[in-house]
């Protein structure tokens, strides 16, 4: 059984940075990627990295601000967020699937529960 438990959310200052990461169990070998959802929005895709980390994509959005990573000796992606603007404010999920392409797509198999990440002065 899969479990992606999200951490390293908060309240960050615009401008400010944080680091997301993802602790996964249950399946190896599969794309990571995080995904967010404002208030009355609907979720989007963010991020996504393959297996052996060599393969990225980003939303226009986040490119250039934001950094996908993964350790997988220790089955931890992380989400590197720098240069928070207040319209990123969101909750923060975690994703898994064994596709590159479902993950860009928006279509992943297994979601995390998510974490809060509130950008305001």
């Known amino acids: 059984q899969v479990q992606l438990v999200e951490s390293g959310g908060g309240l960050v200052q615009p401008g400010g940075s944080l680091r997301l990461s993802c602790a996964a169990s249950?399946?190896?070998?599969?794309?990571m990627g995080w995904f967010r959802q404002a208030p009355g929005k609907e979720r989007e895709f963010v991020a996504a990295?393959?297996?052996?980390?060599?393969?990225?994509d980003y939303a226009d959005s986040v490119k250039g601000r934001f950094s996908i990573s993964r350790d997988n000796n220790k089955n931890t992606v992380y989400l590197q967020m720098n240069s928070l603007k207040p319209e990123d404010t969101a909750v923060y999920y975690c994703?898994?699937?064994?596709?590159?392409?479902?993950?860009?797509?928006?279509?992943?198999?297994?979601w995390g529960q998510g974490t809060q990440v509130t950008v305001s002065s």
């Open positions: 994703a898994q699937d064994a596709l590159f392409r479902k993950v860009v797509a928006g279509s992943p198999h297994y």
């Open positions: 249950g399946r190896t070998f599969d794309t």
């Open positions: 990295i393959n297996w052996a980390g060599d393969r990225t």
